[in-house]
């Protein structure tokens, strides 16, 4: 059983301060991008997990691996064994900003219930992907979604058409708690608004418009992850230079985005990405792209 998930890209990013529980509160407007991890369950004496692709050795394979603790929980829930042998293809960069953990976790979660036959709605799926992770449910979901509360109360968004990609990505990852620990050291002693999703960037997506949308791309990570990792800054100005008509760091970091006007403008920004050795790779994407669904069986 074969289930292919996409990569995200925060195309809003608004923060809160943070709350008690130590998360934040968010005004997170997901994007779907044609990135895709594919995970395939079959049925074994234990719990086993293996991954390959390129960053595979940064992936834990014990009981940690988001795509594990889906298989726990949801035979948990029905008073199953989890005994699967989970295999990840990993494409998604690791620990890049763009969902990657959260994608398995969510391949995991609909592999599983589709191989044990048990059917679980859409809403106990969902209800097991926010209790894995805030970004786990729009894995599930795809397209585009308004995320709010930690970001995984989802409204699904409507998009009016289709928008080019390129992603930058980093040497090495950024942890997302650190990350956020960053954001909240650089507002100490600032009142930080509620966040709001923004009613021109709802309206660029719907009617699919990437010029309205590339004015109105904002992450609050963005100084964050800048403030620990200042090369990307350079990685933003090289894709600026050459054309992306807008220019953000995905979600916590590192992997940088670029929205570009057509597929040649995408392939122009990755081949000066390329040249200019300021990433380690270069990947083009389209969105919107659909979420977590069944490929081979
Ligand atoms: C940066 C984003 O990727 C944007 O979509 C997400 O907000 C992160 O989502 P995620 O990786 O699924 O994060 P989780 O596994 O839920 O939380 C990891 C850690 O990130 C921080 N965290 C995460 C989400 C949130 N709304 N506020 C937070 O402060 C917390 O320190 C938390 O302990
Ligand atoms: N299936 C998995 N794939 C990758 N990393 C995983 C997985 N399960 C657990 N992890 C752990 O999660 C950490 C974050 O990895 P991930 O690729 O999800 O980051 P990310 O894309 O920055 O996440 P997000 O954008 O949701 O904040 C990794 O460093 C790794 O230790």
Redesign the pocket.
């Known amino acids: 059983m074969t289930v292919r998930v996409p990569a995200?890209v925060?195309v809003q990013?608004a923060v809160g301060g943070?709350r008690p529980d130590?998360?934040?509160?968010?005004a997170?407007v997901?994007l779907a991008v044609g990135l895709y991890d594919e995970v395939t369950v079959r049925p074994a004496a234990s719990l086993t997990i293996t991954c390959t692709g390129p960053d595979a050795e940064q992936v834990p394979l014990d009981r940690t691996n988001l795509a594990a603790r889906a298989a726990e929980l949801l035979a948990a829930r029905h008073g199953i064994a989890p005994d699967v042998h989970i295999h990840i293809a990993k494409d998604i960069p690791v620990a890049g900003?763009m969902?990657g953990?959260?994608a398995d976790g969510a391949g995991a979660l609909l592999a599983c219930d589709t191989l044990w036959g048990l059917g679980s709605s859409r809403e106990e799926l969902l209800s097991i992907c926010a209790e894995l992770?805030?970004?786990?449910p729009f894995s599930l979901v795809g397209g585009a979604a308004l995320?709010t509360g930690?970001?995984e109360r989802l409204t699904e968004l409507e998009v009016g058409g289709s928008f080019h990609w390129v992603f930058a990505v980093a040497d090495g990852g950024l942890s997302?708690?650190a990350?956020?620990?960053e954001f909240d050291r650089l507002n100490e002693g600032v009142s930080v608004p509620d966040p709001v999703a923004s009613p021109a960037l709802l309206d660029a997506l719907c009617t699919g418009d990437v010029l309205a949308l590339a004015d109105a791309v904002s992450n609050d990570?963005q100084p964050a992850a800048l403030s620990l990792r200042p090369s990307l800054a350079d990685t933003l100005a090289v894709g600026a230079g050459a054309g992306a008509l807008a220019s953000l760091v995905s979600?916590?970091g590192p992997t940088t985005a670029f929205l570009v006007k057509d597929e040649d403008a995408a392939e122009g920004v990755a081949t000066a990405l390329r040249a200019s050795g300021t990433c380690r790779a270069a990947r083009v994407a389209g969105a919107p792209a659909t979420g977590a669904r069944v490929v081979a069986v």
């Open positions: 995200k925060n990013l943070a130590g998360f934040h509160d968010l997170n997901f900003g969902a953990g959260s992770g805030s970004d786990v995320g930690r970001g997302t708690p990350v956020y620990g990570l979600g916590s």
